[in-house]
T-cell receptor
Framework: NAGVMQNPRHLVRRRGQEARLRCSPMKGHSHVYWYRQLPEEGLKFMVYLQKENIIDESGMPKERFSAEFPKEGPSILRIQQVVRGDSAAYFC?????????????FGQGTRLTVV | AQSVSQHNHHVILSEAASLELGCNYSYGGTVNLFWYVQYPGQHLQLLLKYFSGDPLVKGIKGFEAEFIKSKFSFNLRKPSVQWSDTAEYFCAVNSPNTGNQFYFGTGTSLTVIP
């Protein structure tokens, strides 16, 4: 069973471009979480999705950021018109369906650099 | 939303010293508690977890943590650290009663000097 797969591992975008970050959860996991990590700030919760549904997006900036987890395919975190402040490591985690007492399993992260 | 506080932001220890990292959380209901470790340039890996039962939980690499409900705390301990323990440590909490999100503390950077 492969772990949580994120790609790309590193992404460089110019200001104003779009960034698309992908996350394939572990097999059998239908819950996906996205986090942003900035130096000295730890992990900030962004959004929690379950297949085709956004459960909680309270951590997502109101503009330019969106997330989806379609029935088929990976979860996508999309950042439109990126700015320098979006530079960070973005981590995805997944959890099995139907298991309320289990940990989240993390991917390797995508390091976004906006130049 | 729940909050998680890690009071030690940077800790520097010599090898063989004992370690205790503090973690406090805000939610008063049923919680699941976790400690994750992030080695330089890597993803988060689970060290240990508490769901119920014995409040003293043992994890990998000689780490343990104690859940003290009255203090809303889940401190991480290791009796004798090694250079290879140099990493970032994150405490996390989630609760099935509050949407099952995982909330993380800001992390503690541990540097172990050989």
């Amino acid at each position: 069973n492969a772990g949580v797969m994120q790609n790309p591992r590193h992404l460089v975008r110019r200001r104003g471009q779009e960034a698309r970050l992908r996350c394939s959860p572990m097999k059998g996991h239908s819950h996906v979480y996205w986090y942003r990590q900035l130096p000295e700030e730890g992990l900030k919760f962004m959004v929690y999705l379950q297949k085709e549904n956004i459960i909680d997006e309270s951590g997502m900036p109101k503009e330019r950021f969106s997330a989806e987890f379609p029935k088929e395919g990976p979860s996508i975190l999309r950042i439109q018109q990126v700015v320098r402040g979006d530079s960070a490591a973005y981590f995805c985690a997944s959890r099995p369906d139907g298991a309320r007492t289990t940990e989240a399993f993390f991917g390797q992260g995508t390091r976004l650099t906006v130049v | 939303a729940q909050s998680v506080s890690q009071h030690n932001h940077h800790v520097i220890l010599s090898e063989a010293a004992s370690l205790e990292l503090g973690c406090n959380y805000s939610y008063g209901g049923t919680v699941n508690l976790f400690w994750y470790v992030q080695y330089p340039g890597q993803h988060l890996q689970l060290l240990l977890k508490y769901f119920s039962g014995d409040p003293l939980v043992k994890g990998i690499k000689g780490f343990e943590a104690e859940f003290i409900k009255s203090k809303f705390s889940f401190n991480l301990r290791k009796p004798s650290v090694q250079w290879s323990d140099t990493a970032e440590y994150f405490c996390a909490v989630n609760s099935p009663n509050t949407g099952n999100q995982f909330y993380f503390g800001t992390g503690t950077s541990l540097t172990v000097i050989p």
